[in-house]
């Protein structure tokens, strides 16, 4: 099952990417120094997630990321500050349309 994935990227910023893989579809989003693997449909998820910042606790200190999304990791947590997170958004909100259009593609090669 093992393939090699390759990645088109379909957005950037100065903070992070959005890639897709030209075989299996999974998605890259790596932002900073994080990288999430989500499909088409994890990344709907995620993009609301993010957007209507679900699950994120405020976390206040001196340091400005007052942000908090726990992971899976009980001991391992994601920190924003307001504009890491509006740039995420920016990032997530560009690659809509195309994902929109790989999915009516996808649909397209099922028949
Ligand atoms: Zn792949």
Do not use: W
Not at 14 to 43: E, K, M, R
Not at 54 to 71: A, S
């Amino acid at each position: 099952m093992a393939h090699h994935h390759h990645f088109r990227t379909i957005a950037q910023n100065d903070l992070g990417y959005v890639g897709i893989c030209s075989s299996c579809g999974i998605l890259n989003v790596a932002f900073q120094n994080s990288l999430f693997c989500l499909t088409l449909d994890q990344f709907k998820a995620f993009a609301e997630i993010m957007h209507d910042r679900l699950d994120m606790r405020p976390f206040c200190t001196t340091h400005g990321k007052e942000l908090l999304l726990t992971t899976p990791m009980p001991n391992y947590f994601l920190l924003f500050t307001e504009d890491e997170l509006d740039l995420f958004c920016e990032l997530l909100t560009e690659v809509a349309p195309v994902l929109e259009a790989e999915r009516i593609l996808a649909l397209g090669s099922m028949n």
